[in-house]
C-alpha cells in the first residue's frame, strides 16, 4: 500500500497495462505518466509523486486525448466561487485553447443554460434560466477513471520478476461522479460509510492535493472500492471485480431522488438540488480515518 508517497515510480512493464498486448513495432512502447503533467495546473507535480509506466502509442494517446478537455473542466470552480489569481488565468487560457468533446465548442464557451417556461395562473407565464459550467461528457469521465483504476491496479499488483502486473476479473463501476459542491449527495456519503471499514490497498495525495486516489478491498471478498478526486474539482467513485459481490454493494447504495417541473410546453426537466461536504466529515482519502 503506498501512504502519500512523495517519489516517483517507474514500473518497466513488459506489456501495456491498458490492453495488456506485446509491444511490438506495429505496437511501439511509449513513456506513459499515469497522472498526466498537463492534466493538474503547471508545477502542481514538480518535486511529488507520480506512477511512470510502458503503454503502447495507442493506448497513451488516447488516454491524452480524454485528459485535454478533463483537465480544464474539472479545473474551472463552480459558478461563483474564485480562484486564485495564478490559477484562474490558467484555468481561462486552457478552456480557450481546449474543445469539450460534449458540445464540441471551446472549453470557455460551453456554459450550459436552459430556459425554462412554467404557466403560473390564467395568462401569466414565469421564466427562469437555469446556468451550469461547462460539464464533463459521462462516457469520458468513464473511461479516464477507468484507466486510473487499471494502471493504480497494476502497480499495487505488479512483480520486478516478471515484469507484469494483474488485472482484475469482474466488472468496473462508475457508481457517482459529482462536482465539488455536490460531495455530500446521498450517494457519495453512503459509498464513504459503506467502505470506511474496508482495508486501504492504495492512497494517493499528489500534485499539491490536485490529484487523489485510493483503493480499498473488502475482506473475503474480490470486490474493490474506488475513488479519484481530479483537479479539487471532480470526484468519482465505485467498484470493481467479481460481478455478484459488486451488485451486492451497489444495492446498499440509496437511489438519487430528483424533483420535477413540467414547463409550458410540457417537456419534464428533472433537477437535483445540490448537497456540500464539510471538511471535517470527509474522510474518504484520509488513510488515518479509514
Not at 502542481?44 to 478537455?69: P, T
Not at 473475503?220 to 470526484?235: D, F, M, Q, Y
Request: hydrophobic share 40%; proline share 6%; aromatic share 8%.
Amino acid at each position: 500500500m503506498s501512504r502519500h508517497p512523495t517519489q516517483p515510480r517507474r514500473l518497466l512493464n513488459a506489456k501495456c497495462l491498458y490492453c495488456a498486448e506485446q509491444f511490438s513495432a506495429e505496437k511501439p512502447k511509449t513513456k506513459e505518466h499515469v497522472i498526466g503533467r498537463r492534466f493538474v495546473p503547471t508545477g502542481a507535480l514538480y518535486q511529488c509523486w507520480n506512477l511512470i509506466v510502458n503503454a503502447c502509442a495507442r493506448c497513451n494517446n488516447l488516454k491524452a486525448d480524454l485528459e485535454n478537455d478533463l483537465s480544464v473542466i474539472t479545473m474551472l470552480p463552480p459558478l461563483g466561487e474564485q480562484l486564485s489569481p495564478e490559477l484562474a488565468n490558467e484555468a481561462q487560457r486552457r478552456a480557450r485553447r481546449s474543445s469539450s468533446r460534449r458540445t464540441r465548442r471551446p472549453v470557455a464557451d460551453s456554459q450550459e443554460t436552459m430556459e425554462i417556461k412554467i404557466a403560473a395562473a390564467p395568462n401569466a407565464i414565469f421564466t427562469f434560466n437555469m446556468v451550469a459550467p461547462p460539464q464533463a461528457d459521462s462516457s469520458r469521465v468513464n473511461l479516464l477513471s477507468l484507466m486510473h483504476m487499471q494502471a493504480f491496479f497494476y502497480m499495487i499488483t505488479y512483480s520486478y520478476e516478471t515484469r507484469l502486473g494483474g488485472y482484475w476479473l469482474g466488472k468496473f463501476d462508475v457508481t457517482d461522479s459529482a462536482r465539488r459542491p455536490d460531495w455530500g449527495n446521498p450517494r457519495q456519503r453512503a459509498f464513504a460509510a459503506s467502505v470506511e471499514a474496508w482495508p486501504h490497498r492504495l492512497i494517493v495525495n499528489t500534485a499539491n492535493g490536485h490529484f487523489k486516489a485510493m483503493i480499498r478491498r473488502k475482506p473475503n471478498a474480490e470486490v474493490w472500492a474506488w475513488a479519484l478526486e481530479w483537479n479539487k474539482g471532480l470526484r468519482n467513485v465505485g467498484y470493481f471485480g467479481e460481478e455478484e459481490s459488486l451488485r451486492s454493494e451497489l444495492a446498499r447504495l440509496p437511489e438519487m431522488h430528483m424533483q420535477e417541473i413540467r414547463n409550458d410546453n410540457g417537456n419534464m426537466v428533472r433537477f437535483r438540488v445540490e448537497e456540500s461536504l464539510s471538511e471535517e466529515n470527509d474522510a474518504l482519502f484520509n488513510i488515518d480515518r479509514g
